[in-house]
């Protein structure tokens, strides 16, 4: 048969004889909303619109693997694209970055750090927190500055936040570059310490790994968070200002607690929660892999903290995101 | 008539080259898609998007939610600070599709065609109601946003990637996305470049190369010349002969009449007809028709302010003449005298 179904109860004679400048009236439909859901169930039909099962969910989103590194370089191969120096300014950004600090922290205000080259704590603090920094600020635009992508293809939402910052893990890495390079220049400079390259440069990637695993998590959080209300978006410079001070990126915040005037029971407390919340721990590491300082010696409990820091971040926040799941690009 | 229905924007476009086209009849299949009472409720942030909407025949309103104390002591400025407003955009729409079928949606702007479209894709979060499919319903619409700062050829591997190709499965069908999309070389140029008759032609090639078992098009043949239509429609017939189901929006009846086996109407969120194709277009043609010369509000007002002034200029010059019989009349009088 070739004849079109038609769900209208009665053949539909409107507009005829009736006034033609009305519309039609709203079809009464045949069947009832069980018969309807009987028919797709009998016919297998899957429900759309339905948050999918933890596990098939996280299938799913592994065979997207290529979809999430293809996102991520292209992002970051076109935020570069505009310019005349194009993918130049991958070096070129951070090195005036660095330069900005130095000039204003290291040289201008010569304050005490207690460290012997206060040009590569500066250098790896700042590069290493805008990792963080962006993103968070990168996380939270993945969902909610997609609507029309999120109205128009269907994949795992997850996708967005990962390559968001898998994104920021590519631009990070000529960046970490320069770092290095930086880092073992300043020791030339008069009254700064001499760094040396040491088998423990090998362990950088598995900090900046961890850090990668810790900063997706913040990602899906923060993607979860602004999708539904927006304005969260306006707090977060604020925020992360805050964080960047009580992380130590340009000074060590821990000297500065001793010299608070609390109890020195909640002066513990204090300084116990700077030392050992994430961002601190992550740039405790790579300054203690990369410099020769002995306030940084290696540290098996910052590692160890580390790695839980980044699981446990990841794992919240991927949960976290996945219950959202079928309410993004609604809002 | 309601104050929205004068505000409707009729829109009856005739492409000549479909004209007397028909749609391949195809056997019937078993159902596919089914869609229960579905309701579309989306929240606009900012309290402006009201007047506007509602002027469309949108139904809206405001979001009443019990709030706590503090919460309201927050909101106290409402309208401008927090103001949400809720758009019910699709009002309870069921109807069951079967593979093989064409499927064109008709309706005046703003009647909740694109967001149902978008809904029974999975694309967009029913308020209640459900849509039921079998295989992976995949949405083509002019604006879906790839990224215009790359190439078409990084764009092919992302839309591809997107639809769930894996990127062997893409670099194989690559040289018959670009020839179907017919932009040639510059497919290696960044898509901003583009035209928006080649962005159309390209992401209707990216969506259509997945072979998906539901296509939907919103609008995009619209941007086409003829040849490429002449193409997508043979694309539509092969996704409909492999058993697949397509579902069409498009403001160009004849478009519609010349792709589509049945048609859905919509009206202010609701399904108002369904049925095979000639009957539904004809009924929404007269409707349409109707509305055509009767004129908005604003062609109304003009031609009353036209009126008004003639009026008053034809009362000047009765006035200008009594006047001046008036005078005369004196003035014989005083001759008279």
């Given at each position: 048969m070739s004849t079109p179904t038609t769900d209208?109860?009665?053949p539909a004679k409107a507009a005829a004889g009736g006034d033609a400048k009305k519309p039609p009236p709203p079809l009464v439909p045949s069947t009832t909303s069980a018969e309807r859901l009987a028919l797709a169930k009998k016919y297998g039909l899957r429900p759309l619109n339905v948050r999918p099962p933890l596990g098939e969910y996280i299938r799913d989103l592994t065979r997207r693997w290529a979809f999430i590194r293809v996102l991520a370089t292209s992002t970051a191969y076109a935020?570069?694209?505009?310019?005349?120096l194009g993918q130049l300014w991958a070096v070129l950004n951070p090195i005036l970055n660095a330069a900005v600090y130095v000039l204003i922290?290291?040289?201008?205000?010569?304050?005490?750090?207690?460290?012997?080259n206060s040009i590569a704590f500066i250098v790896i603090g700042v590069f290493m927190y805008r990792f963080v920094e962006a993103s968070v600020t990168g996380g939270a635009k993945s969902i909610s500055g997609k609507t029309q992508l999120l109205r128009s293809l269907h994949f795992p939402r997850a996708v967005l936040p990962m390559s968001t910052v898998l994104s920021l893990l590519t631009t990070l890495i000529p960046a970490i570059v320069v770092m290095c390079g930086i880092t073992l220049l300043s020791?030339?400079?008069?009254g700064y310490e001499m760094i040396h390259v040491t088998?423990?440069?090998?362990?950088l990637p598995a900090a900046v790994a961890l850090m990668w695993v810790f900063n997706t998590g913040l990602a899906f959080i923060m993607a979860r968070f602004v999708a539904s209300t927006p304005d969260i978006e306006n707090v977060l410079p604020f925020v992360m200002r805050v964080v960047m001070y009580a992380s130590g990126?340009?000074?060590?915040?821990v000297s500065y607690v001793e010299r608070l005037v609390i109890p020195e029971t909640s002066k513990a407390v204090v300084g116990g929660i700077l030392e050992y919340q994430p961002v601190a721990v992550y740039l405790y590491l790579v300054r203690s892999v990369l410099m020769q300082e002995e306030i940084f010696p290696p540290s098996g409990l910052m590692w160890a903290l580390g790695g839980a820091w980044a699981v446990l971040f990841f794992v919240i926040g991927f949960v976290v995101f996945w219950r959202g799941e079928e309410r993004y690009g609604r809002d | 008539m309601t104050e929205a229905d004068e505000h409707m924007d009729f829109d009856l476009e005739v492409e000549p080259e479909d004209e007397g086209e028909e749609a391949l009849e195809t056997e019937l299949g078993t159902p596919c898609l089914v869609v229960d009472d579905l309701h579309v409720v989306y929240r606009v942030i900012g309290g402006r998007a009201k007047k506007e909407a509602e002027k469309q025949g949108a139904e809206i309103r405001e979001v009443k939610v019990k709030v706590p104390f503090y919460k309201r002591l927050l909101q106290a400025g409402r309208r401008h600070v927090g103001a949400v407003s809720e758009v019910h955009a699709v009002r309870g729409v069921s109807f069951t599709v079967r593979h093989g079928e064409s499927v064109g949606i008709v309706g005046v702007n703003g009647s909740g065609k694109s967001t149902m479209l978008r809904a029974i894709a999975g694309l967009m979060p029913p308020k209640s109601g459900s849509v039921h499919v079998s295989g992976e319903p995949s949405l083509l619409g002019v604006?879906?946003?790839?990224?215009?700062?790359?190439?078409g050829e990084r764009n092919i591997m992302i839309g591809g990637l997107a639809l769930g190709l894996t990127p062997k499965q893409v670099e194989e069908r690559f040289d018959e996305v670009v020839e179907f999309a017919g932009i040639g070389d510059f497919?290696?140029?960044?898509?901003?470049?583009?035209s928006s008759g080649m962005g159309a032609r390209l992401r209707f090639a990216i969506s259509s190369a997945a072979s998906p078992d539901i296509l939907m098009i919103d609008?995009?043949?619209?941007?086409?010349?003829a040849a490429f239509k002449e193409r997508s429609k043979s694309r539509i017939e092969e996704v409909r002969s492999n058993a697949g189901t397509v579902f069409l929006v498009s403001h160009s009846i004849s478009t519609i009449e010349a792709m589509c086996t049945r048609v859905l109407w919509m009206h202010q969120g609701q399904l108002v007809m369904d049925g095979p194709v000639h009957e539904v277009a004809d009924a929404y043609k007269k409707f349409v028709r109707a509305q055509r010369?009767?004129?908005?509000p604003a062609r109304r007002r003009a031609l009353q302010r036209k009126r008004a002034a003639e009026e008053a200029a034809r009362k000047k010059a009765e006035a200008d003449a009594q006047k001046k019989a008036d005078a005369e009349a004196k003035k014989a009088a005083e001759a008279h005298a």
């Open positions: 209208a109860a009665a935020k570069n694209q505009n310019n005349y922290f290291g040289v201008l205000l010569k304050l005490s750090r207690g460290v012997d020791g030339f400079l008069p088998w423990w440069w090998l362990l990126v340009i000074f060590p915040v | 604006n879906a946003a790839l990224m215009p700062m790359l190439t497919v290696y140029l960044p898509m901003k470049t583009y609008e995009a043949l619209a941007t086409g010349d010369p009767g004129m908005g």
